[in-house]
């Protein structure tokens, strides 16, 4: 349809494509690995293509998109497409997903084959999420998200993984289904489910049926019931993907419906609330990850509290806000991934990631040590890092909607150096408190083949945040709006 | 002295899907007891696998014939698309029957199987078209009594004489309030046939009538026994989890779908003027179907216990299309039936394949590894499974967002709600199964892993993959399914 709607499609339909290659070839282990690594680089080539081609003048209007009736009676097209914002989303999913691959090759999964095409049908449901636009079709990539993560948690996951998927599935479907009736409601109401057709919606309880599902997924407090147990039994590239993509797709829907699809009054009616609830998970994240007694521990909950802050960036309803939020998904995004497989090194080396078992790994293991350093340094947003970029953006929006906000924020930054410190002088610096920990080899090269890269691309964004901020929303009628809370 | 008799002029197209079914079952009759017993099996199967494939193939022709409802042979049956298309699911389920069916040795009476099992869909075929009161009860004991054969016809099975003679008993049940609702009925207006029914009422102004609302209510309770909802749901888990199993997966598609289909166009022909009171009470029977099979199958270990509550659940689902009563809810409901059946026999037949191997019921304890050791049949359940749940990729989804946009458009919100809440519980035990395929391995439960590997049965895994295929593909091409469905259910005064 569109110029260039090839480019959206083929986001989608590679990774597709790759699963079913994955699972249907008989190939043996190592090459079905390599494959999906090589599918993965070439999503991320398709989306550095896809960056090239889009518009971002015109950020908030969808670009690239291709439309097909799916079932017509209902008016429900299969449509897709990239917005300003949405091709950054993209493109941390792509990045992210080559790096879990490339870990899960390094680390050899069993059931190889089953396991990559999983990898890769995940990565096209989350693309698919960023790019649907129409309220069914997103809902069905939504899904299709659950459904590999399910059985990855539940297969390659730790000894508790039974308990840890059910937890996760019960909770998401509960948020779920109550974002389908909002749809069903949504959608027959307008005769439309194509997100761009549909007039912004005033009702505040379809507003809370699409918020319940984002809050579970993000997880914002009190809803993160499932958080500790996925992310401790999912495999550590799992795990990584969980908070680095899975949770963005839940901001991606605050932003991309809760907020641009209602109308700004209705919004606002509920402003206050979520922004006490992203408040509270971000101290309260903070402070359950400062006492978090192994390293995963600390990098879960640090989710939870930096999901609350991009919370509070989305919900300040203004330009700044929206900016840092969108910057920041992309560098949580990255970190969390980094600092998951991180956690995995260290496991896999010390066989546990207890702090009571860890310790001194900076001995004789200078790759490591950088690695964890410059990764840490910056999830705790030191000025001149991305994440500060970020924090500060977010910061800036949200004190417009009241000082106390940026104070609570401002805070919270402070507790994230006191984790962030934590976590890696354990790791790194105190005194070895087993001899697993002293045990085992530096970064060997395919370990640093996926972790060097995740870390250059945040450096770039620590030299140059304007890459995303300044390519988001762009310069079209609305953008006035956008900047003084909503349309 | 002989007496004429007046026949009417008889369509026979009409009839065909029936008939050729029909005349199946007497060629495998006549082959049970004409052929040496080594080639009954197999004559049989294929006689009757040709001729579900032919009754396929006449439905599909009346399909496309029938573009405006008419009455033929005297009003006693109806020649429309809604009709047809009824008759093309049994078909077409059937047909997926015979080839999970084929594998199964009984120790006597295999060619017996075949025919009572053509017997039953051809009760079927003529069951979906038939418009008038007799014809309709004629139709419906037509295609019990095979039934009730078929479940007890396992004689090395103790379950199995159990499950036949529970079905006939609370079957009986069923019919006698049928037929008493239709006594009712013809007493309240003196007619017979369907649209005869609803002119009688408007005309003579019946509405209210005591005796007429007493019969339909009757009709509903026996409309809710073959359907399996609740609360007239009593005799499926036994009678499920006793008959052979391609048998059960036979009855939760097809006998589910006839009864269904039955229910929407009976109400929505004969009854319109009814239809504030009998909407209700079939959003009444959904709720309690919900609600009981989802809470049912959470506590269920063996496999056909666990499917046939949620066969019980999915009786709600479909039957929210008929309480919708609008074109809207014919559609949904002609559209679910399609992957629904196939999700069923699918979960069945690999259920029947398991238990093939392992020569014991099935349970969540031993499919454990099963998704790794055969991964056709792990992966079709895991699509099944999913599919029954409504999730995305499959066409349970579809279904269930049509009848919940259905009920939607009815103006019930609250139902939306309930059966969303059933979706969220039913979750639970579908992720279980495939929990138990893919997450424990036999020794993590202490069960000794299953011993050799079965022969490769070839109609077996056709028939999984046939349901696999339609589950899937329903999803992705919903608009040629719909569209058959909307033309068909354009057939119903609604």
């Not at chain 1, 509920?270 to 007694?293: D, N, W």
Request: charged letters at 10%.
């Amino acid at each position: 349809m569109g110029q260039g709607a090839w480019i959206t499609d083929g986001l989608v339909l590679l990774p597709l494509a790759g699963a079913l290659l994955c699972w249907l070839s008989p190939l043996p282990r190592v090459a079905v690995g390599v494959v999906a690594l090589a599918l993965s680089l070439g999503e991320v080539a398709l989306w550095a293509g896809a960056l090239a081609r889009v518009d971002f003048s015109q950020g908030l209007t969808v670009q690239l998109e291709e439309r097909a009736e799916w079932f017509g009676d209902l008016g429900i097209s299969y449509h897709v497409g990239l917005t300003g914002f949405s091709v950054w989303l993209v493109g941390l999913t792509a990045v992210a997903m080559a790096a879990g691959v490339g870990y899960a090759l390094w680390a050899g999964r069993e059931r190889a084959r089953a396991y990559f095409g999983l990898m890769l049908f995940l990565t096209a449901a989350t693309v698919g999420v960023f790019v649907a636009q129409d309220y069914l079709l997103f809902y069905v990539f939504w899904e299709a998200m659950l459904i590999p993560l399910y059985v990855l948690v539940g297969v390659w996951g730790g000894p508790d993984r039974l308990a840890a998927t059910l937890k996760l599935v019960i909770y998401t479907m509960a948020g779920s289904l109550l974002m389908l009736a909002a749809i069903i409601v949504l959608g027959l109401q307008n005769g439309t489910f194509d997100m761009v057709e549909s007039p912004p919606s005033s009702s505040v309880w379809l507003f809370l049926g699409f918020a319940a599902a984002f809050a579970v997924k993000a997880p914002l407090f009190p809803f993160h019931g499932w958080l500790p147990d996925a992310y401790r039994q999912a495999p550590p590239e799992v795990a990584g993907i969980l908070s680095g993509i899975v949770s963005k797709a839940a901001a991606y829907g605050f932003l991309a419906i809760a907020i641009l699809r209602f109308q700004g009054h209705t919004v606002r009616d509920v402003q206050e609330a979520v922004l006490a609830l992203g408040a509270i998970g971000l101290v309260y994240g903070s402070l359950l990850a400062f006492r978090a007694p192994d390293a995963r521990g600390v990098v879960a909950y640090s989710s939870l509290a930096q999901l609350g802050l991009i919370t509070l960036g989305l919900f300040a309803l203004n330009l700044a806000g929206f900016n840092g939020a969108v910057l920041q998904m992309v560098n949580h995004g990255l970190i969390s991934t980094a600092l998951f497989l991180l956690c995995g090194v260290v496991e896999q080396r010390a066989g546990s990631g207890h702090f009571s078992l860890l310790g001194g790994m900076a001995r004789g293991r200078p790759a490591l040590a950088t690695l964890v350093m410059t990764t840490g340094v910056i999830a705790l947003a030191v000025p001149g890092s991305t994440a500060f970029a970020g924090e500060f953006l977010i910061l800036t929006g949200v004190f417009d909607q009241g000082y106390g906000w940026a104070i609570v924020g401002a805070g919270a930054m402070v507790l994230a150096a006191m984790y962030m410190l934590r976590l890696i002088s354990a790791i790194l610096h105190e005194g070895p408190r087993s001899a697993g920990a002293t045990r085992g080899p530096d970064l060997r090269l395919g370990e640093l083949g996926v972790l060097v890269p995740l870390l250059a691309c945040l450096l770039v964004l620590s030299a140059w945040p304007a890459a995303v901020t300044s390519h988001t929303f762009g310069q079209t009628k609305e953008t006035p709006a956008l900047a003084k809370g909503g349309r | 002295m002989a007496v004429a008799l007046a026949t009417p002029p008889v369509d026979w197209l009409a009839l065909s899907p029936a008939l050729v079914l029909l005349g199946a079952s007497s060629v495998a009759l006549l082959a049970a007891v004409l052929l040496p017993p080594a080639r009954r099996r197999p004559v049989a199967a294929t006689v009757t696998a040709l001729a579900f494939a032919g009754a396929l193939a006449c439905a599909s022709l009346l399909l496309d014939r029938s573009p405006r409802a008419e009455p033929v042979i005297a009003g006693a049956v109806v020649r429309d698309r809604f009709g047809a298309l009824a008759a093309a699911i049994v078909a077409g389920a059937g047909l997926l029957s015979v080839g999970v069916s084929y594998g199964r040795r009984f120790r006597k009476h295999n060619a017996e199987y075949y025919g009572l099992l053509a017997a039953s869909a051809a009760g079927m075929a003529f069951l979906v078209t038939a418009d008038n009161l007799m014809a309709i009860f004629l139709g419906l004991e037509w295609l019990s009594i095979a039934l009730y054969v078929l479940c007890a016809l396992d004689v090395d099975l103790r379950g199995s004489l159990e499950a036949g003679l529970k079905y006939l008993i609370v079957g009986g049940f069923g019919s006698a309030f049928l037929l008493f609702g239709f006594a009712l009925v013809y007493g309240a207006t003196g007619e017979l046939g369907l649209p005869a029914i609803a002119e009688a009422v408007s005309a003579r102004g019946l509405e209210g009538d005591a005796l007429l609302v007493a019969g339909l209510g009757m009709v509903l309770a026996g409309l809710g026994f073959k359907a399996s909802a609740a609360p007239f749901h009593m005799w499926t888990p036994d009678v499920y989890e006793g008959a052979p199993t391609p048998v059960t997966g036979f009855m939760s598609a097809a006998t589910k779908t006839v009864a269904v289909v039955l229910a929407m166009r009976l109400l929505a022909t004969a009854f319109p003027a009814q239809a504030e009171l009998w909407t209700w009470a079939v959003a009444g029977l959904v709720v309690a179907s919900l609600a009981v099979g989802n809470l049912a199958a959470l506590v269920q270990r063996n496999l056909k216990r666990m499917l046939a509550y949620s066969s019980v659940s999915h009786a709600g689902f479909l039957l929210m299309g008929v309480a919708a009563n609008s074109a809207l809810g014919a559609k949904a409901l002609l559209y679910y039936l399609i992957p629904y059946s196939a999700m069923s026999i699918g979960a069945f037949a690999v259920v029947a394949a398991r238990e093939r191997e392992l020569a014991r019921p099935v349970t969540l304890d031993n499919v454990a590894g099963l998704g790794w050791e055969r991964p056709l049949h792990g992966v079709a359940l895991w699509a099944f499974m999913l599919g029954l749940a409504g999730m995305p990729l499959t066409g349970g989804f579809v279904g269930k967002f049509y009848v919940l946009s259905a009920v939607y458009n009815r103006g019930w919100i609250w139902l939306v709600i309930v059966g969303l809440a059933a979706t969220a519980v039913s979750l639970y035990y579908y992720l279980g199964v495939v929990r138990a395929i893919y997450m424990q391995t036999p020794g993590e439960l202490g069960i000794a892993p299953a011993g050799g590997s079965p022969p490769r049965d070839l109609a077996l895994d056709a028939a999984i993959l046939l349901c696999l295929a339609v589950t899937v593909a329903s999803f992705f091409a919903v608009e040629p399914i719909i569209d058959l469905a909307g033309k068909a259910s354009a057939a119903l005064p609604l």
